[in-house]
T-cell receptor, first 109, second 114 residues
Framework: TQLLEQSPQFLSIQEGENLTVYCNSS?????LQWYRQEPGEGPVLLVT?????EVKKLKRLTFQFGDARKDSSLHITAAQPGDTGLYLC?????????FGSGTQLTVLP | KAGVTQTPRYLIKTRGQQVTLSCSPI?????VSWYQQTPGQGLQFLFE???????NKGNFPGRFSGRQFSNSRSEMNVSTLELGDSALYLC?????????????FGEGSRLTVL
């Protein structure tokens, strides 16, 4: 069974601060995805990383896939209250994704 | 393009009852999967259907079942409800054949078992 561990579980920061969320596994994944979920809604895909060592930037969000394809990180620069939400990493195929436990991020104005 | 639609959004049942949840995928999407989300266990995969066939099943008891219709709409059923079945049930669809691609999630059906 492939497991994904996320850290930290909770994160509360002030607007303008930077943060990094980690997603780790003992298994190799062919790709990893990051989703964000807001209250009352389903998760929404932010990015998919497929190549070891890959770095993708989405405005203030930077995603990195580890060289060994066992871990990934999400870095947010100058966080804003609109970044508040549950961040989930997920691996496996679209037929059956394994999700991490999630990081609940709160950005205070 | 309309998103994934799940009904009902909220429901309350008592132990021992059964429940049926419905999911209409994005038009043209043939793969529909179901996930259970709880505070303790997070998001866990239930099953996935493609062209009316269940291709993958997660580690849930037989009380959890599902099906997919020829128009790709899907239903899941939970029989003999237990308190621990209280959760947000999420449906997702994808337009790819399954191995890669983005999952589009619905808003979920929140089930409370009393």
């Amino acid at each position: 069974t492939q497991l994904l561990e996320q850290s930290p579980q909770f994160l509360s920061i002030q607007e303008g601060e930077n943060l990094t969320v980690y997603c780790n596994s003992s298994s190799v994944f062919s790709s990893l995805q990051w989703y964000r979920q807001e209250p009352g809604e389903g998760p929404v895909l932010l990015v998919t990383v497929v190549t070891g060592g890959e770095v993708k930037k989405l405005k203030r969000l930077t995603f990195q896939f580890g060289d060994a394809r066992k871990d990934s990180s999400l870095h947010i620069t100058a966080a804003q209250p609109g970044d508040t939400g549950l961040y989930l990493c997920a691996g496996g195929s679209a037929r059956q994704l394994t999700f991490g436990s999630g990081t609940q991020l709160t950005v205070l104005p | 393009k309309a998103g994934v639609t799940q009904t009902p959004r909220y429901l309350i049942k008592t132990r021992g009852q059964q429940v049926t949840l419905s999911c209409s995928p994005i038009s043209g999407h043939r793969s529909v999967s179901w996930y259970q989300q709880t505070p303790g266990q997070g998001l866990q995969f239930l099953f996935e259907y493609f062209s009316e066939t269940q291709r993958n099943k997660g580690n849930f008891p037989g009380r959890f079942s599902g099906r997919q219709f020829s128009n790709s709409r899907s239903e899941m059923n939970v029989s003999t409800l237990e308190l621990g079945d209280s959760a947000l049930y999420l449906c997702a669809s994808t337009g790819t054949s399954g191995y890669t691609g983005e999952l589009f999630f619905g808003e979920g059906s929140r089930l409370t078992v009393l």
